[in-house]
């Protein structure tokens, strides 16, 4: 095996450096082989060698599955630099989007019961809702979980992912704005969190039951992966949970200002998940519902949510993507079939894999998304091509490294010079902070406060908080609700301000 190790300068905390030697694989919680094979070691070695060269990932976990038994789930690195807290099997990691998978399985038990019907009009099942008749007259829950439905509703995703700022009566009540889209006609596939939120927030109206409790029933319960949960407080309370980080002025990951909250975590993106319990998700994918030897979910329920019922042409890096099911992309690396699903939010980066032919599956979990949480995807694709015995591993495997290594640079000389240049600009607003200052509403988007600190302008929307820089524009102020996601406020007098597209009128001063 290689030395990939790199001796440039170091972006870590001190501790961490010490620490990513520390995480040591440890027995699956798929039935593990009397003996691991050969390639779990070099997997092993290859991560640490990777965390150490590439430095702003603070922690990682592993799981790799190869039939019905996990060859290697492990943790490296640490949870949070400001604590030095060490990463293992049983840390808890944010898994955002690669939550899609789970919610659409629970959706799916429930219609084999007859619960609930995946390709009859949502109004057969759902009964009378705030949703425009001519949608819920025509539009499937097959529809809605595999990104064709066509339908557009700004103020559900926004509230159930970002500000937190919703109760069930108000999202149901938000079912109402839903239109079709005017750029992405019914069955063209495009990704969004939209389908999965009006899914659940119809799910809920039906049944009384939060999306979390229904996958935790359904899903979570039978397989027995009892530290992934919906409820970030629960999993803080059932263990470590690795905070999300991004890039501070210095290049050295931080934490997040944006941190997920129990009212943040939705059913397009809200699971906390461990290599242990990921290693036994990645056996029943394989296994179609069958775990530990014993059939979990009804034979052929599983393997229905890998079969593409939306169609797309798109590479996300080395992938190739022909398709979606039912949470799930479909395509290939390389010349294998890969069924995958990837997330990141703020800080957070999942890659959940498997190779139905080889039976073998991947899923690993980072800290840090925004500056190289491509490495998430580069620790899968070596464990591919380790078990294929790609003859040119090392060779190629370095270079990658090499390739990450310089993007991250990029990112880090980008990402000073437009803070430099931000800092530079003039102050845009005409008026003294403390007249704009006020809380202002949008019916369907919610509340924004404007708020003076230390002399600063600060925008708050729900759980988010940014300081304000200096607009480009007269009467406008740059924000970072979500890091690195500049987004440019615009106030119209002191009775308005524009976010968006979305605009807010002034209701207390």
Not at 154 to 162: D, G
Request: glycine share 10%.
């Amino acid at each position: 095996m290689t030395d990939l190790a790199h001796p440039s300068r170091r972006h870590v905390v001190g501790a961490l450096a010490a620490l990513l030697s520390s995480g040591a694989p440890v027995a699956g919680s798929a039935a593990s082989p009397a003996k691991p094979p050969a390639e779990a070691g070099d997997i092993d070695a290859f991560v640490r060698a990777a965390l150490a060269r590439i430095e702003t990932v603070p922690g990682l976990s592993l799981a790799v599955v190869k039939g019905d038994a996990a060859v290697l789930v492990a943790g490296y690195g640490v949870a949070d630099v400001r604590t030095g807290t060490r990463v293992d099997a049983d840390t808890g990691f944010y898994i955002a989007s690669a939550t899609k998978a789970f919610t659409a399985l629970a959706l799916a038990r429930m219609a084999g019961r007859g619960e609930l019907g995946l390709d009859t009009p949502v109004a057969a099942w759902a009964g009378a809702s705030p949703l425009p008749a001519d949608i819920g007259g025509s539009i499937t829950l097959t529809d809605l979980l595999s990104h064709r439905s066509g339908l557009e509703n700004a103020p559900i995703p926004y509230r159930a992912a970002y500000t937190g700022q919703h109760d069930p009566a108000l999202m149901r009540a938000l079912l109402a704005p839903t239109v079709r889209s005017p750029t992405t006609p019914y069955g063209t596939f495009r990704y969004t969190n939209t389908g999965y939120n009006l899914a659940t927030t119809l799910t809920e109206g039906r049944f009384g039951r939060d999306w979390r409790a229904l996958v935790q029933r359904e899903v979570l319960a039978p397989a027995g992966m009892r530290r992934t949960t919906g409820w970030i407080s629960k999993a803080r309370r059932q263990g470590v949970v690795a905070t999300s980080h991004v890039p501070a002025d210095d290049g050295r990951p931080t934490p997040s200002p944006l941190q997920k909250v129990d009212a943040t975590m939705q059913s397009a993106g809200g699971l906390v998940s461990t290599a242990r319990d990921m290693a036994r998700w990645l056996e029943l994918q394989l296994n179609d519902g069958r775990l530990d030897g014993r059939r979990v979910f009804p034979a052929g329920l599983v393997a229905s949510t890998h079969r593409a019922v939306a169609t797309q042409q798109t590479v996300f890096g080395p992938y190739a993507r022909d398709g979606y099911g039912l949470g799930w992309q479909t395509g290939r690396y390389g010349d294998e079939v890969l069924i995958h699903h990837f997330g990141n939010f703020a800080g957070a980066r999942a890659h959940v894999s498997f190779m139905p032919a080889r039976g073998l599956g991947v899923a690993v979990m980072a800290n840090e998304d925004l500056m190289a949480g491509e490495l998430v995807d580069l620790v899968a694709n070596y464990a591919y091509d380790r078990f294929a015995g790609r003859p040119d591993l090392a060779a190629h495997y370095d270079a990658e490294l090499a390739a990450l290594a310089a993007r991250r640079d990029k990112r880090q000389a980008g990402l000073a010079k437009s803070r430099a240049e931000r800092a530079a600009r003039p102050w845009s607003l005409a008026r003294p902070t403390g007249d704009y200052v006020g809380t202002y509403e949008n019916p369907d988007m919610g509340r924004i406060e404007i708020c003076e600190v230390d002399g600063r302008m600060t925008a708050r929307a729900g759980v988010m908080s940014a300081t304000a820089e200096a607009g480009s524009a007269p009467e406008s102020v740059r924000i970072e609700l979500v890091p690195l996601q500049g987004q440019i406020l615009r106030f119209d007098g002191v009775e308005r301000l524009v976010l968006d597209g979305q605009t807010y009128g002034r209701v207390l001063r």
